[in-house]
């Protein structure tokens, strides 16, 4: 995630200063770790250090001091570069489900419980997801993101259910090394 490239786009939209950004990243970016203030406004000056923003003004209504940004051509620029980008898929797909079953493999662990419980957790989770995105205030966005969430809890699942078809092979090719 480049969250410069990300409040890029939140400024295309028009000027706006940190607090907003930062509320509309986390509005955006549900599923996304929330961002910190700090972080904010750290990308916000290298943005404008690099050409890509610039400050559209400060005004304090009354309240703390507000410094307000907006994207420049060069940001609009940068922004259609990386927007155009294809993310490269993984080389070497890995991730904690599978290291974890390896390592129960190699110790002589119980992996079939162990797929058996992963895969209760990760059926409890697409139910969460899906209501998510099923209730009648969802936006775009948690849609979105609740799709992509389950697409990806479906792929686990599948390699579980493959895995699990193999395990009394895999432990007994373990074993007899």
């Known amino acids: 995630m480049s969250t410069r490239h990300i409040l890029l ?18 509005e955006r970016f549900p599923q996304a770790r929330p961002l910190a203030y700090g972080q904010v406004y750290t990308t916000l000056q290298r943005l404008v250090r690099d050409g890509f923003a610039e400050v559209d ?30 993310a490269p898929p993984a080389p070497h797909v890995t991730n904690e489900i599978f290291t974890r079953l390896v390592v129960l493999i190699l110790t002589g662990g119980d992996a079939d419980a162990h797929l058996r419980a992963q895969r209760a957790a990760h059926m409890a989770r697409m139910r969460e997801l899906t209501a998510l995105k099923t209730a009648p205030d969802a936006d775009l966005t948690t849609v979105l993101s609740a799709d992509y969430a389950l697409n990806h809890l479906d792929a686990d699942l599948r390699w579980m259910t493959t895995t699990a078809a193999r395990l009394t092979t895999l432990t007994t090719e373990v074993r007899s090394r």
């Open 57 to 86: 003004g400060t005004a304090s209504d009354g309240g703390p001091e507000r410094t307000a940004y907006r994207t420049t051509e060069t940001g609009t620029r940068e922004l259609a570069r990386w927007t155009g980008e294809i």
């Open 9 to 26: 786009g939140l400024l295309a939209r028009g000027p706006s200063h940190g607090y907003d950004l930062k509320r509309r990243h986390d």
